[in-house]
């Protein structure tokens, strides 16, 4: 069974994002992306309480901007989705979780040393240029 539901659709846009997101960090590094993507779909928490489907997640604004800043600043995410991500995309919808990004909400490149904290939410781990970020103990028990 899914982690959520999801449609051809889905699958399509959620690929197009992770490859936007960390193609230069390869296949782990998409699903990583992969994982924050499915986590916040999850999650009833936070800023994620009234996101629900992929696209929402996807397109979600957050003060004024999208979530991911693939969506507005890059042309990788809008191009087609190539079937090696697809299956990618599949994999994290269907059950693949893992640290550092197991039950992450947040990640983000720095230029730099991860910060042990992002907006309060701990430090779970880095993975190339990406440093992850799961929520505090007991702020999205939905997550995990």
């Given at each position: 069974?899914?982690?959520?539901?999801?449609?051809?659709?889905?699958v399509a846009?959620?690929?197009?994002?992770?490859?936007?997101?960390?193609?230069?960090?390869?296949?782990?590094?998409?699903?990583?992306?992969?994982?924050?993507?499915?986590?916040?779909?999850?999650?009833?928490?936070?800023?994620?309480?009234?996101?629900?489907?992929i696209r929402?997640?996807?397109?979600?604004?957050?003060?004024?901007?999208?979530?991911?800043?693939?969506?507005?600043?890059?042309?990788?995410?809008?191009?087609?989705?190539?079937?090696?991500?697809?299956?990618?995309?599949?994999?994290?919808?269907?059950?693949?979780?893992?640290?550092?990004?197991?039950?992450?909400?947040?990640?983000?490149?720095?230029?730099?040393?991860?910060?042990?904290?992002?907006?309060?939410?701990?430090?779970?781990?880095?993975?190339?240029?990406?440093?992850?970020?799961?929520?505090?103990?007991?702020?999205?028990?939905?997550?995990?």
């Amino acid at each position: 069974m899914p982690i959520v539901k999801y449609t051809d659709k889905d699958v399509a846009l959620m690929a197009r994002m992770m490859r936007a997101e960390a193609v230069g960090e390869g296949k782990q590094g998409m699903l990583y992306v992969g994982n924050v993507i499915v986590n916040r779909g999850k999650a009833d928490c936070l800023d994620f309480r009234d996101v629900r489907t992929i696209r929402e997640v996807i397109f979600q604004v957050q003060g004024g901007n999208y979530s991911f800043e693939a969506v507005q600043k890059g042309n990788v995410f809008y191009q087609r989705a190539r079937s090696f991500e697809k299956r990618l995309a599949k994999k994290n919808l269907n059950y693949w979780r893992e640290h550092p990004a197991k039950y992450a909400l947040w990640y983000f490149n720095p230029y730099g040393p991860c910060p042990p904290t992002w907006h309060d939410q701990p430090f779970s781990g880095q993975y190339k240029n990406h440093c992850f970020y799961e929520p505090a103990a007991g702020a999205c028990d939905s997550v995990y």
